[in-house]
């Protein structure tokens, strides 16, 4: 159907493929280091936070801990300080094997204000972050003690003063750490006063035979537990049992009627030929009739095509063990990295389906593929940067980040954008169309309401949503909190499902609004297809009032945000899944018709 441009598609998916997997070096491990007895072992603090509010987090010594004599940060890749990780040289000694016992990091007197500081963050149950080795350790600063006081303010709050480490090593290799607090090591910051307060720190080295290859294995543990994993099972399973009973359904009825309008058209052109059409045959010089706004629709689906094509890319590499636990940044860089590169896919799709569609204006046409969804995700980061500044907190980019992420956009999203544009426009590509359109649109008969554009989105995106909604609360609670997330085999199967209910639910509503004699079938489409999107913004708010914690304008701000470009994501993905589909249903039965 579209001829390969000179540009040459197979190369420019060899070219892909190259520069993908070679700006994802990503380590098996990072760091793959033998250490020597008494040798230093890097110990870096990371930050600090409320602990319902995921998005809310601060650097480490902006709470008045301890400080080493020089502080020093480490270089850290581009999503890791997407991630918002700022990691610092911490005040403890962890040398390897050497066990210490109540070492004295400083002793500190807490002025009123530091005393203040400490007890708002124990009330708001903010934990710390640090890495040894590349391993993640966490803990709590403090705790409040509640226990028979029915007053907030009898409540007493606590500094914890003593960290204990414990570490386990293989040979050379540091395989496990692990932070507690010692209960009996409290300091009281109920009252605003002065306190001198001496921090502590003990270490305790044991051997272990686990291997340095499965060090991480720990971390994915929790997801992969029996009753996790048959809790997921089983929502796979009622899904696909439910998905597949209704899809079932409408797949026999929708089969039985094209049949019989099939067996009912062939009827009619024996029987007479000046007989009056009725149904969908009815419109066959309207159906393939291009749609209003068609170079916005057309960069709809090359924006809706670059980021199906990104989804695939980022399953290839969850499913290979590229993200593992706590490989700081990963997805990230990947979604940072394969955007940029696939942004050719969108420049083509867009260009050549305009020029299809008899388009003329392409330039503008690539400019709005360019910003349909780069647009709205960038004044979405200004807003909720610009939060993040007022809060000093580490969600807010720096600016050298911020200038290597135009300086991607700027050299290599832009100019394959344009590249894949010009190839699409050169493709020559005609669209197929098995009927002929007529000169002047037919009228569409006054329908009932349940016909509406939002009704039939609302049945559109129900479908989907119900073989999606179990699983989307194991990705949320991993993406806005602190559960660990490593069954991507489950996950990919669950996006197989969604494509699969998405392009059957949107094929068979297009079916019906043909029936009905309603020949704009484009644009309905693609938003019944997309539909599913707003569903699951509107779960985003049943899961922040009744499954989450998080609370604050910046943690409510950064959730409704960031979800509602993920919704849009999802809505022009599966809108163009749907539009797709049903362009090769429409095409389909004309095809298979005679039409004067």
Known sequence: MVRRSSMGCGNYVVILVLLFFGAMKVRSDSSDHKYKSGEEVPLYANKVGPFHNPSETYRYFDLPFCSPGHVKDKTEALGEVLNGDRLVTAPYKLDFTNDRETEVVCKKTLSKEEVARFRDAVAKDYY???????????????????????????????????????????????????????????????????????????????????????????????????????????????????????????????????????????????????????????????????????SLFAAALGSGTQLFTLAIFIFILALVGVFYPYNRGALFTALVVIYALTSGIAGYTAASFYCQLEGKNWVRNLLLTGGLFCGPLLLTFCFLNSVAIGYHATAALPFGTIVVIFLIWALVTSPLLVLGGIAGKNSKAEFQAPTRTTKYPREIPQLPWYRGALPQMAMAGFLPFSAIYIELYYIFASVWGHRIYTIYSILFIVFIILIIVTAFITVALTYFQLAAEDHEWWWRSFVCGGSTGLFIYGYCLYYYYARSDMSGFMQT????????????????????????????????????????
């Open 557 to 596: 701000s950064f959730f409704f945000g960031y979800m509602a470009c993920i919704c849009y994501a999802f809505f022009l993905m599966l809108g163009t899944v749907g539009f797709r589909a049903a362009l090769f249903f429409v095409r389909h039965i004309y095809r298979s018709i005679k039409c004067e």
């Open 128 to 294: 710390f972050q640090m890495f040894y080795d590349d391993l993640p350790i966490w803990g709590f600063i403090g705790k409040v003690d509640k226990e028979g006081k029915a007053d907030p303010s009898e409540y007493k709050y606590y500094l914890f003063k003593h960290l204990h480490f414990d570490i386990h090593h293989n040979k050379d290799r540091v395989i496990e750490v692990s932070a507690r607090t010692d209960p009996n090591a409290l300091v009281d910051i109920t009252e605003d006063k002065e306190i001198d307060v001496d921090f502590m720190y003990s270490v305790k080295w044991k051997e272990t035979g686990i291997p340095f290859e499965k060090r991480m294995e720990k971390y994915s543990q929790t997801s992969a537990l029996p009753h996790h994993l048959e809790i997921h099972w089983f929502s796979i399973i009622n899904s696909c049992v439910t998905v597949l009973l209704l899809t079932g359904f409408l797949a026999t009825i929708l089969m039985r009627v094209l049949k019989n309008d099939f067996v009912k058209y062939a009827h009619d052109e024996e029987a007479a030929d000046d007989q009056e059409e009725t149904g969908w045959k009815y419109i066959h010089g309207d159906v393939f009739r291009y749609p209003k706004q068609k």
